[in-house]
C-alpha cells in the first residue's frame, strides 16, 4: 500500500506509532520510508485486509497515495519549515497541488505515471530535476546581495575564494580581486546555482524577488533511457492559490493524455514529437532558458500565421 506521506515529511511520534500498529494488525509490519516515490511503503498483506486497512487509515487521518498510471503523489523538501535558503512555500504548494489533482491521484487515467517533486531552493533537496516529471524549484530575481565585509572575513579564515568560489562558477560569472579584496558578480549571466552561497552563506544571499523555476520531463532508465529534466518556464511567481500553475499543469497533462503511448512518460513523449509542439499546445513561449546546446543549423524557420501577424 502506497500511504500519502505528510509534506514535508513532518511526523510526531504518535502518528509513526499509530501506522504500526495499523499496519501490524493488517499486514506483514514491513515498511519502507520514503523510496524514489516519497509514500510511505506498507509492504505485505492480504486481499482481505486492503479495505479494512484502508479505513483503519482513514480514520488516522490517512490518504492513499498515486499508483499506476496516475499522478503519483507530489512531494517536498522542507522549505521554509527548517531552511533558510527556501525562496517558495514548498510544504504549501505541494499540499494544494495535492488537494487540487485528487482525481488524477486516485484514478488511473495516463499513459504512465507522473510525478511532482518541489524544492524550495536550486540545492533541490529532493532531487526534483532527475526524478520527477515535472519538476518546481524555487528561485529568485535580482541581485544577490553581498556583504563585503563578511567576504573579506571568509578570505582571512583561510577559505581560497578563487580556487573553491568564482572558478567553480558554471557561468564564470564572479570574479575576486585578490588585491582589493573584492568580489564582484556579473547577475546578468549568473543561473543561480547557490554554490556560493553554499560556499560563503553569511556573505551572500539570494536576490528579494522570489519565485520558482518550472522544469519538465525528469525520469530513470525504464522503457527508455534516464532524462534529466529541462526548463519550461523560467521564472513563475509563487502565491496562493497557485492557478496559474495549476492551469500549466492541466495543459500538460491533457497533451500529454492526448498523445502519449502506453508506457510513455512525458518526457520520453516530448523527445518523440518535439519541444516545438510540446510548447505550441501547452501555450508556452520558447525562451533561451530551454536551449540545451547551441544550434548547429543555421536555418531559421516560422510558422505561417507567425508570417501573417507580422505582414499586418
Known amino acids: 500500500l502506497r500511504v500519502n506521506q505528510p509534506t514535508g515529511w513532518f511526523y510526531s511520534t504518535q502518528a509513526l506509532r499509530t501506522l504500526c500498529d495499523i499496519w501490524d494488525k493488517h499486514g506483514s509490519g514491513l515498511t519502507n ?24 487509515l482513514s480514520e488516522a487521518g490517512f490518504d492513499l497515495g498515486g499508483s499506476g498510471s496516475a499522478m503519483r503523489t507530489p512531494s517536498a523538501c522542507v522549505g521554509p519549515a527548517r531552511c533558510e535558503w527556501a525562496c517558495i512555500d514548498s510544504l504549501d504548494i505541494c499540499y494544494k497541488l495535492t488537494m487540487h489533482f485528487q482525481d488524477q491521484i486516485h484514478r488511473p487515467m495516463f499513459p504512465y505515471k507522473f510525478k511532482i517533486k518541489v524544492s524550495a531552493c536550486a540545492n533541490d533537496c529532493v532531487a526534483s530535476i532527475a526524478r520527477s516529471d515535472f519538476a518546481i524549484i ?18 582571512a579564515s583561510g577559505l581560497d575564494i578563487r580556487a573553491e568560489v568564482t572558478d567553480l562558477c558554471p557561468t564564470k560569472c564572479m570574479s575576486w580581486d585578490e588585491k582589493q579584496k573584492e568580489l564582484k558578480i556579473e547577475d546578468a549571466d549568473c543561473t543561480r546555482c547557490m554554490h556560493c552561497i553554499n560556499m560563503m552563506p553569511k556573505a551572500l544571499r539570494q536576490g528579494k524577488e522570489k519565485g520558482a523555476t518550472l522544469l519538465i520531463g525528469g525520469k530513470a532508465p525504464i522503457v527508455e533511457g534516464a532524462l534529466l529534466s ?83
Open 230 to 312: 529541462w526548463v519550461i518556464v523560467p521564472f513563475m511567481k509563487m502565491e496562493p492559490p497557485y492557478q496559474e500553475l495549476k492551469d500549466l499543469l492541466a495543459k500538460i497533462m491533457d497533451w500529454w493524455d492526448e498523445n502519449g503511448k502506453m508506457r510513455e512518460r512525458i518526457g520520453e513523449l516530448i523527445n518523440r514529437r518535439g519541444m516545438r509542439n510540446f510548447l505550441r499546445a501547452v501555450g508556452l513561449p520558447a525562451v533561451p532558458q530551454m536551449v540545451k546546446t547551441p544550434r548547429a543549423n543555421p536555418y531559421v524557420f516560422f510558422w505561417p500565421e507567425e508570417i501573417k501577424k507580422e505582414v499586418k
Open 138 to 155: 524555487g528561485t529568485w530575481k535580482g541581485k544577490l546581495q553581498i556583504d563585503p565585509k563578511e567576504v573579506r572575513t571568509y578570505a
Open 33 to 56: 520510508l520514503h523510496g524514489s516515490t516519497g509514500d510511505i511503503i506498507l509492504l505485505g498483506t492480504t486481499t482481505d485486509h486492503l479495505q479494512s486497512c484502508f479505513d483503519d
